[in-house]
């Protein structure tokens, strides 16, 4: 089994860290393959409630690996599959009612965005930037990033960053709404862990609906998106968490209103 990509499930709770520290994290062929495996596993166990996303290493992502494509002699063919391969991965995990938080420290580049966006609620470290380069390199937006990144941070923000060679620091890009926390380093994975317990330690089933109806919703019309809305509401409604829930905020209710 690839060590690319590792990931565990621990009472609820999913694991998936990158682990090319030395290629920066870098996906390259075989590492798409090993992250849209992880994705379709993640999909199809019911047991996970939560999934924090992370890195080994002293950055996050720097996107798609070129060097590895272009010294193997991969053509255009080639890396079109490849993408295709990162996508799946990228649309199992923005659409499955599992949420996800991503913990991330130092650089984030190319692909490495949508990688991160792919995530629900993101936690940088103080330390991390956050840059496109794809123009440099004289390539094109793939991995999501055309359309998760507008939707984070709003299509003019988005062209900045695709259209300059502009970084932005961990601050700048939570003044942005790209990531929605910043932390010391020292304290990232911890504090992305308390997030995906709370998720846990909630009401789970809602947590991951919402979600999925934020998710998928862009891409629907409204009224779809309405039907979606009240089927998913009466589902709830008649889980044992759901009736308990409002149970207890009726009988609260009733006792302010005495």
């Known amino acids: 089994m690839s060590d690319s990509i590792l990931f565990s499930v621990d009472a609820g709770l999913a694991r998936v860290t990158f682990n090319r520290p030395a290629s920066l994290n870098a996906m390259d062929f075989e590492m798409g393959e090993r992250w849209r495996d992880i994705a379709r596993a993640v999909a199809v166990d019911p047991g996970i409630g939560a999934v924090i996303l992370d890195a080994a290493g002293p950055a996050f992502c720097a996107g798609g690996d070129v060097v590895a494509m272009s010294t193997s002699g991969a053509d255009g063919a080639a890396v079109t599959e490849a993408a295709g391969v990162i996508h799946e991965g990228i649309r199992i995990f923005s659409e499955i009612p599992v ?17 991160m966006l792919a995530a629900d609620y993101i936690v940088a470290a103080d330390g991390a930037k956050f840059v496109s380069k794809y ?5 094109t937006p793939d991995l999501g990033v055309s359309t998760l990144l507008p939707a984070a941070i709003g299509q003019r923000r988005a062209l900045q960053l695709l259209l300059q060679d502009r970084t932005l620091d961990a601050h700048e890009a939570q003044a942005w709404g790209l990531v929605a926390e910043v932390v010391p380093a020292a304290d990232l994975a911890a504090r992305a ?13 809602a947590f991951g609906q919402a979600k999925r109806l934020v998710r998928t919703g862009a891409g629907r019309s409204f009224p779809e998106n309405l039907d979606d809305e009240a089927a998913t509401i009466g589902a709830a409604f008649d889980t044992p968490d759901a009736r308990a829930r409002v149970g207890a905020f009726a009988a609260a209710s009733a006792k302010t209103q005495r």
């Open 135 to 139: 123009a440099n390199i004289g390539l």
């Open 193 to 205: 862990e308390a997030v995906a317990r709370s998720w846990l330690g909630g009401a789970t089933a």
């Open 99 to 115: 949420p996800i938080v991503a913990a991330v420290q130092g650089a984030v580049a190319g692909g490495g965005l949508g990688l």
